[in-house]
């Protein structure tokens, strides 16, 4: 009897072992968990890519040395031209602050200061700034502003959830680039402004204090896109932006509908030289993280676009890159295992541009607009000016033969 008793109690004790054995290992496993998401949070040191930035100059001339362009004289909207998403976010870290148009939980500090590394991750599309950026090709420019009241007083901030740096500093950046490199030119596109109690024609006007050897953006203007004698955005071509190759030259287009204001309602002199984008560029966002996704509906974007004529007088954008959303299959994975959207782009944009559906894309959507625009993996600067370059040569061969 007392054997049996003894028995049991031993029984009862190695079970209360065992269970403490796997309770203990449950625990391991879930603080191994625990600290590889708290790694995946927090952290932000070599986050951003794992190959680093394109640091050549090689590309500072690219439309100018399309075989025929002057004589060609194409339509600005059919030069296919490298762009950058969110171009000018490269300034935003871990302790960036909330861009006021955020709302809603990323406008928390508590929260951004406890996550500040990850919202950093998914905020951040581009590494260089302006001046980087035209060296690796990149000649249109997504920009997205707030104005912001900072101890120097009220500044328009380049933004993207967080806040970059100010936007003078990429400003005088491409006025440089335009002071030196004639025949080139560069697309400024105000897809999103936040203007607080100010005006868009507040942002007109501050655009000509800006300037570099007493030439500001609009001395770089040499058409109209509003009022008398202005060129309508399909016929605007390529001598009229740089005077016949003898200049460099700027297009700049803005939303205005987005503001809820019309050319009629701002008072500056300045608004004749920006496109209303609302109803002249075709630009459609995929919304998701999974670059499996991205590709089928860029293919089906293109399709459509080539398909119809309802797009031909309008600036046709590329929208190549990811987005942090859960609404489809496959985002989760491209969210945990991409790590930031620099990283989901490396490989993204190099597999687009050897893609042999790339030129057909061209020609559907001339802007090739991508995160991380002067990445350096698998030489996709490189390719991707090389095919550019290709295309717009071929385009102003049979330029003629198109009836424009």
Known sequence: ?????????????LNKGIKALIIASLVLVALALLLNISGFILREEALFS???????????????????IIEANPRVIDIALLGSH????????????????????????????????????????????????????????????????????????????????????????????????TGEFVILDFQHV????????DLFEYLATVDVNGKTIYDYIYYKAYGNDSIPLGKLRYNVVTD?????????????????????????????????????????????ASSRYLTKQID???????????????????????????????????????????RLAEKHNLKLVERAEFIEHLRAMPVFMVDFATSAYGDFIVKVNTKIMEYNNNLCKGYGQKGY
């Open 300 to 342: 089906k974007e293109a399709e459509n676009i080539l398909a119809s004529s309802t797009f031909d007088n309008m600036l046709r954008i590329n929208q190549t890159q990811h987005a942090f959303t859960l609404k489809r299959a496959g985002d989760l994975s491209g969210i945990i295992f991409g790590w930031s959207l620099l």
């Open 1 to 13: 009897m007392k054997i049996f008793i003894f028995e049991v109690a031993m029984r009862i004790y």
């Open 50 to 68: 794992r190959s680093g930035s394109y640091k050549g100059d090689q590309y500072l001339s690219v439309i100018s040395k399309i075989d025929g």
């Open 194 to 201: 936040y203007t607080a109690d100010k005006k868009i024609s």
């Open 86 to 181: 969110d171009s000018f976010s490269n300034e935003i870290t871990k302790n960036s602050k909330v861009d006021p148009a955020e709302s809603g939980m990323l406008a928390n500090p508590a929260l951004r200061s406890l996550i500040g590394a990850y919202i950093a991750r998914f905020s951040k599309t581009q590494t260089e700034d302006a001046a980087g950026q035209l060296k690796a090709g990149v000649r249109y420019f997504d920009i997205r502003l707030s104005y912001v009241e900072t101890e120097r007083g009220g500044e328009w901030w380049t933004k993207h959830g967080s806040l970059s740096a100010p936007f003078y500093i990429y400003l005088k950046q491409i006025l440089e680039f335009l002071n030196r490199r």
């Open 244 to 288: 016949f190759g003898a200049e460099s030259g700027a297009v700049m287009f803005v939303d205005l509908n987005e503001l809820e204001t019309s050319y009629e309602k701002e008072k500056s002199d300045y608004k004749e030289f920006f496109y209303n984008r609302y109803d002249t560029v075709r630009s459609l966002w995929h919304e998701s």
